[in-house]
């Protein structure tokens, strides 16, 4: 063991002056962070070492070729809904850390092969991307920290007043109902006492005068008997 004062360095490979790096402790001092520099795909040797030593704590360290994303499916989700989108691309790897983003969002991935995974867009209202924009940008990660250069556009649909919207559908609300939320997979009926005869509507028309309406769901008001 190192006392804490002495420096430690990180060599990958057997190059030592282009493949050191400087290692940080944590602050119980049990744990090492070292960037990994650049290198072609390969298993290299990492080693730990203090300068001066020609030898240390060593362990294999696998460099991978970068995923790369050609195309995902669907292109666009609901805001409020967890929808999935299959990423289409190679250099996937089967992971526990496989990952992508949606904007600065990371959600875990499901490998399909090494040209598909399954990640799960999340709620919109989870991004906090600052921008205003209802578009993001989806990376692909296999290690959970370093993500594609490649990427593709995804937006967020908002799901409008008058409207329901289920599966991906922006659907108007029908004769006999109201739809007053964004956020609505159903319609809601008209309760008794009112009705709604017209189509995409956010509320309903109470009975006028002359009229009734005994049961919910009406799209017209009952004329009273004379």
């Given amino acids: 063991d ?8 990180c060599q990958f490979g057997e ?6 790096v400087l290692a940080s402790r944590t602050s119980n001092s049990s744990m090492l962070t070292c960037n990994a520099p650049s290198h072609p795909a390969d298993i290299v040797k990492l080693t730990i070492m203090a300068l001066g030593e020609e030898a240390g704590a060593s362990a ?3 460099y991978v070729p970068e995923p790369s994303i050609h195309s995902i499916t669907p292109s666009h989700a609901l805001e409020d809904g967890l929808t999935p989108v299959y990423v289409s691309g190679e ?5 526990s850390s496989l990952s992508c983003s949606f904007g600065a969002m990371r959600t875990n991935a499901t490998y399909i092969s090494n040209t598909t995974i399954l990640c799960t867009a999340p709620f919109f ?4 991307s600052g921008t205003g924009s209802m578009s993001v940008q989806v990376r692909v990660s296999t290690n959970a920290m370093d993500f594609s250069l490649s990427s593709a556009d995804f937006k967020f649909v908002e799901c409008p007043e008058g409207s329901f919207c289920s599966h991906l559908q922006i659907l108007p609300c029908p004769p006999g109902g109201y739809c007053d939320t964004r956020s609505g997979s159903n319609f809601t009926t008209c309760p008794p006492g009112t009705y709604q005869n017209a189509v ?12 009734y309406c005994p049961s919910p769901g009406l799209p017209a008001p009952i004329i009273c008997a004379a």
């Fill in 2 to 9: 190192q006392p804490d004062n002495v420096p430690l360095f």
């Fill in 15 to 20: 190059r030592l002056l282009d493949q050191l």
């Fill in 60 to 62: 294999q360290f696998e």
């Fill in 91 to 95: 250099n996937f790897l089967n992971t």
């Fill in 125 to 128: 209202s989870a991004i906090t």
């Fill in 200 to 211: 995409g509507k956010d509320n309903c028309n109470l009975c006028s005068i002359g009229f």
